[in-house]
């Protein structure tokens, strides 16, 4: 049985940046590929929401549904990371780190957890270390673990700026064993250097 992965989606969230590693879930890292994962979105409500480039994402779950018994949690960046609406995937995402589980996040979301001092213990990156500092104040202590790199992965956290989707995306997959590291790599190389 397929394990599933959890988008986090909140309004004007960054479209590209779940796209390579939802479609490599879902559909396998290379063409042929064994798919071991099913791609799920969690949102506040059930109702749908709203990307910056306009698509409307109706939820599979939201915020007081999602199951125990997911393989990762991935939270998508845009511009609503600063909202009180945002402020209700803290305790989503204590419950996956307790559980074990796979936290990936990505532009303002990194900022985000950052600000929750969920970066405090790990290597991390994010859209850029100043920003973390104006995001988390006080409560982000580990600067010292920045990663001047599109993508860090470290323990069971994944994080990555805002054009680092790529390196995102890999980084993930190689974390899920959603392929061996050679076809994730490979996989990398095409998308990021095309018919070169």
């Known amino acids: ?4 992965v959890i988008f986090v989606l909140l309004n004007e969230y960054a479209d590209w940046e779940g796209a390579f590693i939802a479609s490599s879930l879902n559909a396998g890292v290379m063409p042929g590929s064994e ?3 099913t791609t799920r979105v969690a949102a506040p409500t059930m109702d749908a929401v709203s990307s910056i480039g306009g698509f409307h994402t109706l939820p599979d779950y939201s915020f007081q549904t999602i199951p125990t018994d997911y393989a990762a949690l991935i939270l998508i960046g845009g511009m609503q990371w600063g909202s009180p609406e945002a402020e209700q995937v803290v305790p989503l995402i204590q419950d996956a780190l307790q559980r074990g589980r796979i936290v990936g996040a990505i532009c303002n979301a990194a900022s985000f957890m950052a600000k929750h001092g969920f970066l405090n213990d790990v290597k991390h990156t994010g859209n850029t270390v100043q920003q973390l500092k104006l995001w988390a104040g006080e409560r982000y202590t580990n600067e010292a673990g920045y990663q ?8 069971n956290i994944v994080t990555a700026n805002g054009t680092g989707q790529l390196e995102f995306s890999r980084e993930l997959l190689l974390l899920l064993e959603a ?4 076809r994730i790599r490979e996989s990398y190389n095409f ?3 095309g018919f070169v």
């Open 1 to 4: 049985m397929k394990k599933e």
């Open 35 to 37: 798919v071991k994962y």
């Open 148 to 155: 001047k790199q599109q993508a860090a992965s470290d323990k």
């Open 179 to 182: 392929d061996t590291p050679e």
């Open 191 to 193: 998308y990021k250097n």
